[in-house]
């Protein structure tokens, strides 16, 4: 199948590059002439993991293309993936004006049958959008489709390729058809293809992204509660994640969610309901305690040093929202460097993939280096921010070495209440018991 995929951001450029795996014909496009040559030239601009092996096989069998032109680009398509951007505005609510601008330019193009897929998060009444915006210029019979994508970063490429499930809202049975073909390779184990109205297709994107959403808040609320009673979260975690009926997953606590997917749908499912005059009382809940909860180490640090931080170096280890990827979008490091940096500390941090990124953010306003123990040298604490495997098992002897102070505020977790009494470190971490306060 020819196929076509407009935006090569994070969605685009992993729907494009798996579609070519299944066997199909894909041209990328984008209006960013740097990056469509630096992919020409085999460079990928994001981090994830075994998105380079399918790239640079289907950039050398010629089944994964790049260009400018919109033109060229949809030449012969059967489908389309319009899959950009839809960045929140400050009402919450999802901006559409690039896809609406695709959308229009695609009208006159058209030279036969197309499907138009929606592969951005958008909000609900976008396919109708986008069908209106298309039909203005169009000679030719075309059909809009929702298409929801569910991937998680730093395993999006196992998500592409084995998904869960597949969502597809169209009522046009030519268009279902055309999605099944496009489908069938990623489903050939029985996970199910699911066809729904366009409205519910974009609906559920919002729903899932919330509901796990307010999972993660759930459990960090019951994380502050452990801390007042003292019970250990850790237990608590485990005593309801082996009920079938609520499940392991997304009950570890921590200092909040981030990333490009849940901060923005949170906030546009909460901006749609209240555009109907829907007070939707649980998201807005869920955005208050997640944005408190990122930075709820930073009292602890305060304290810890007695209201003075003008000098001290802290040291971070992670700035990526979550390990396996690069991505610093809503990232809780960033809010926790700008207070200790407004307190007056120094700042020093390693992430194993973020720091290009956060360089471009912050600046030289930090120091970065080339890894934990360089972090940690010198630093009077070490606050640990993402949960890089990396990060799990570090020598504690060499940190009590070569840190000045021997504290260590964990943000995720990572070590265990037990040896940090035996190794003698002062250690604050998430709903659970405070270690030789």
């Not at 014909?25 to 994830?48: F, Q, R, T, W």
């Not at 944005?291 to 992670?318: C, H, M, R, S």
């Not at 390990?323 to 960033?334: F, G, N, Q, S, V």
């Not at 940190?399 to 260590?408: D, H, P, R, T």
Request: with cysteine.
């Amino acid at each position: 199948m020819k196929i076509a995929v407009v935006g090569t951001g994070y969605v685009g450029l992993v729907t494009g590059t798996c579609f070519a795996e299944t066997g199909n014909h894909v041209v990328c496009v984008d209006i960013d002439e740097a990056k469509i040559e630096k992919l020409k030239d085999g460079n990928i601009p994001i981090y994830e993991p075994g998105l380079d092996v399918l790239f640079e096989r289907n950039i050398k069998q010629g089944r994964l293309l790049f260009t400018t032109s919109l033109v060229e680009g949809i030449k012969g398509a059967e489908v389309i993936f319009l899959a950009l951007p839809t960045p929140p505005g400050e009402d919450g609510s999802a901006d559409l004006q690039y896809i609406l601008q695709v959308a229009k330019e695609l009208g006159a193009l058209l030279d036969r049958y197309v499907v138009v897929i929606d592969k951005s998060t958008v909000p609900v009444g976008t396919a109708q959008k986008v069908h209106e915006a298309i039909a203005m210029n169009a000679k030719v019979d075309f059909d809009v489709v929702s298409n929801p994508e569910f991937l998680r970063e730093g395993v999006a490429v196992e998500d592409f390729m084995k998904p869960d499930r597949v969502v597809i809202g169209t009522k046009s049975e030519k268009a279902k058809s055309i999605m099944s073909k496009l489908y069938a390779p990623l489903v050939r184990q029985g996970n199910p293809v699911i066809f729904m109205d366009e409205a519910s297709a974009e609906l559920t994107k919002y729903a899932a992204n919330a509901f796990l959403a307010t999972k993660i808040t759930f459990m960090n609320e019951i994380a502050n509660l452990c801390e007042l009673l003292g019970a250990d979260v850790d237990a608590v975690r485990r005593g309801i994640g082996t009920d079938t009926r609520i499940g392991k997953r997304f009950l570890f606590a921590g200092i909040g969610y981030g990333g490009s997917c849940f901060p923005k749908d949170v906030q546009a499912l909460a901006k749609s309901s209240k555009d109907i005059n829907y007070n939707f009382k649980i998201l807005d809940a869920v955005m208050s305690v997640n944005q408190t909860q990122k930075t709820k180490l930073i009292p602890e640090v305060v304290k810890y040093f007695k209201g003075d931080l003008v000098n001290k170096t802290i040291a971070i280890w992670g700035l990526a929202f979550k390990p396996y990827t690069d991505d610093i979008r809503e990232a809780p490091a960033l809010e926790n460097i700008k207070m200790l940096l407004d307190l007056g500390a120094n700042v020093k941090t390693y992430d194993p993939e973020a720091m290009e990124n956060v360089k471009h953010t912050i600046g030289d306003k930090i120091t970065y280096c080339k890894d934990e123990y360089e972090a940690a040298s010198g630093a009077d604490a070490l606050l640990v921010m993402t949960e890089w495997p990396v990060f799990r098992t570090p020598d504690f002897n060499n940190l009590k070495s070569i840190m000045n102070g021997k504290v260590i505020f964990d943000g995720r977790n990572l070590f265990d209440i037990e040896e940090m009494k035996e190794k003698d470190f002062t250690y604050v971490s998430i709903g659970r018991a405070k270690v030789n306060e």
